[in-house]
């Protein structure tokens, strides 16, 4: 499992996640667990790597310089 996630999309995926994530717990009342769903691209994007992009064949990290 070698890290496929670029700097980039990284940073994307952290602000998307967070917002997911107040959204559904801060935004809204009462609480919308739907917000849950923004664990996903934090979670990736602190590993590095995302199992949609490995069956496709997608690769944002530039090798040696991320």
Same mark, same amino acid.
């Given at each position: 499992m070698s890290q496929n996630i670029g700097s980039i999309d990284r940073i994307l995926r952290i &602000? %998307? #996640?967070? =917002? *997911? $994530?107040v959204w559904g717990f %801060? &935004?809204?009342? +009462? @609480?919308?667990?739907?917000? *849950?769903?923004? *664990?996903? +691209? $934090? @979670?990736? =994007? *602190?590993i590095g790597w995302c199992p949609a992009y490995s069956l496709v #064949?997608? /690769?944002? /990290?530039k090798t040696g310089t991320d």
């Open positions: &602000l %998307v #996640g967070i =917002a *997911l $994530l %801060v &935004l809204s009342q +009462p @609480f919308n667990y739907w917000g *849950l769903i923004g *664990l996903i +691209p $934090l @979670f990736t =994007a *602190l #064949g997608i /690769k944002t /990290k």
